[in-house]
């Protein structure tokens, strides 16, 4: 079955455009979550939605929203862009439930984001 | 607070074996996550604990203790490929969540 898919892969914008970034979860799956991977600071939580729902936040200013569909997919929007929002976005799909035995994370190949 | 520690890097030959340890201290577990990742690419699962003990597969194992805060990554017979980054994350209670330490740098010489 397919993986999690991402696009684009590669973009490069200006400071203080804003940018959207789409990610398709593995089929059956309901919950997409959404990370911030820089050398500094290593992969950092940003959202996470199930089921159009979005159930928990990371810390990240408000520049950084995202909305998931009633199919799952999902996307995510950085408005404002700044320098130090280049970074490889990753998303990652599971079937969500609490009861976690079995729920594993799958990772996209991920958007790479340059802010010139 | 959330904190999870792993060595920065580690170095090894081929054929031997390797431990890569982490250790957690988070307000909330719902499971712990081995991934591998080569550079410019994706994090790729690797293994899951969420009980204690150890969970073998093939030439990966991955061993938990909650009451310690503890596990470790397992690789052997390493081979040139094995060279990636390993990332130890633990899923926060709700299960919405996973926090990742940053990771150790596995370098495999011949």
């Known amino acids: 079955k397919a993986g999690v898919t991402q696009t684009p892969r590669y973009l490069i914008k200006t400071r203080g455009q804003q940018v959207t970034l789409s990610c398709s979860p593995i089929?059956?799956?309901?919950?997409v979550s959404w990370y911030q991977q820089t050398p500094g600071q290593g992969l950092q939580f940003l959202f996470e939605?199930?089921?159009?729902?979005?159930?928990n936040k990371g810390n990240f200013p408000g520049r950084f929203s995202g909305r998931q569909f009633s199919n799952s997919r999902s996307e995510m929007n950085v408005s404002t862009l700044e320098l130090g929002d280049s970074a490889l976005y990753l998303c990652?799909?599971?079937?969500?439930?609490?009861?976690?035995?079995?729920?594993?994370?799958?990772f996209g190949e991920g958007s790479w984001l340059t802010v010139v | 607070g959330q904190n999870i520690d792993q060595p920065t890097e580690m170095t090894a030959t081929e054929g031997a074996i390797v431990q890569i340890n982490c250790t957690y201290q988070?307000?909330?577990?719902?499971?712990l996550f081995w991934y591998q990742q080569h550079a410019g690419e994706a994090p790729t699962f690797l293994s899951y604990?969420?009980?204690?003990g150890l969970e073998e597969k093939g030439r990966f194992s991955s061993f938990l203790s909650r009451s310690k805060g503890y596990s470790y990554l397992l690789l052997k017979e390493l081979q040139m490929k094995d060279s990636a980054s390993y990332l130890c994350?633990?899923?926060?209670?709700?299960?919405?969540?996973?926090?990742f330490g940053k990771g150790t740098t596995l370098s495999v010489s011949s």
């Open positions: 990652a799909s599971s079937l969500g439930l609490r009861d976690t035995r079995g729920n594993t994370i799958y």
């Open positions: 604990n969420v009980l204690d």
């Open positions: 994350a633990v899923r926060n209670q709700a299960g919405t969540a996973l926090i």
């Open positions: 939605y199930f089921s159009e729902t979005q159930r």
């Open positions: 089929s059956g799956h309901r919950s």
């Open positions: 988070t307000s909330g577990f719902n499971g």
